[in-house]
T-cell receptor, first 115, second 111 residues
Framework: KAGVTQTPRYLIKTRGQQVTLSCSPI?????VSWYQQTPGQGLQFLFE?????QRNKGNFPGRFSGRQFSNSRSEMNVSTLELGDSALYLC???WGQGLSTGELFFGEGSRLTVL | AQRVTQPEKLLSVFKGAPVELKCNYS??????LFWYVQYSRQRLQLLLR??SRESIKGFTADLNKGETSFHLKKPFAQEEDSAMYYC?????????????FGKGTHLIIQP
């Protein structure tokens, strides 16, 4: 079956703009979580959605938001972009809620560059 | 707050030598622990989880509750083991700490 799909794969924005990233989970998976990956900080948890509800949230400012649709697809939005938001944004899906329920399946990521 | 520490950002060993990637956590409850791996140009993927007590690609990891550690070990490293490794303890209570990864260790196996 198809893996986790993230779009777009690459994008360039300027400071102050906003961006929306999309994630399509593996069919049947109801949980989607988002991570920011940078060389200095590694993987940092943004938020997790399960059945269209945000279940967990990491320590990021309110400029970072997300949502999940009834078909489990998820989007994350970053408003008022800052240079420090440049990163690889990873989406992961799993069948149940939370990391402890089992394996996370990751997408290839969306590489955001903020100029 | 719950934390996970991978003290080595970079670990370089020769092929055939033993490998140990360290992971220490500070969790108040009973965590479940995972190791994830990212090979060059591939997706991040699960390597192993402690409750399964299995060996994957020759790697094992033992949970030491007394030392709050979950080190990843392999007796004889192979070149294809070169990758980025992330330790991920999770707390059954959920919350933001329930989805935390370490900063990762870049393992390089030299021929």
């Amino acid at each position: 079956k198809a893996g986790v799909t993230q779009t777009p794969r690459y994008l360039i924005k300027t400071r102050g703009q906003q961006v929306t990233l999309s994630c399509s989970p593996i069919s049947g998976h109801r949980s989607v979580s988002w991570y920011q990956q940078t060389p200095g900080q590694g993987l940092q948890f943004l938020f997790e959605y399960f059945s269209e509800t945000q279940r967990n949230k990491g320590n990021f400012p309110g400029r970072f938001s997300g949502r999940q649709f009834s078909n489990s697809r998820s989007e994350m939005n970053v408003s008022t972009l800052e240079l420090g938001d440049s990163a690889l944004y990873l989406c992961a899906s799993s069948w149940g809620q939370g990391l402890s329920t089992g394996e996370l399946f990751f997408g290839e990521g969306s590489r955001l560059t903020v100029l | 707050a719950q934390r996970v520490t991978q003290p080595e950002k970079l670990l370089s060993v020769f092929k055939g030598a033993p490998v140990e990637l360290k992971c220490n956590y500070s969790y108040s409850g009973s965590p479940e622990l995972f190791w994830y791996v990212q090979y060059s140009r591939q997706r991040l993927q699960l390597l192993l989880r402690h409750i399964s007590r299995e060996s994957i690609k020759g790697f094992t990891a033992d949970l030491n509750k007394g030392e709050t550690s979950f080190h990843l070990k392999k007796p004889f490293a192979q070149e294809e083991d070169s990758a980025m490794y992330y330790c991920a303890p999770t707390y059954s209570g959920g919350g933001a700490d329930g989805l935390t990864f370490g900063k990762g260790t870049h393992l390089i196996i030299q021929p």
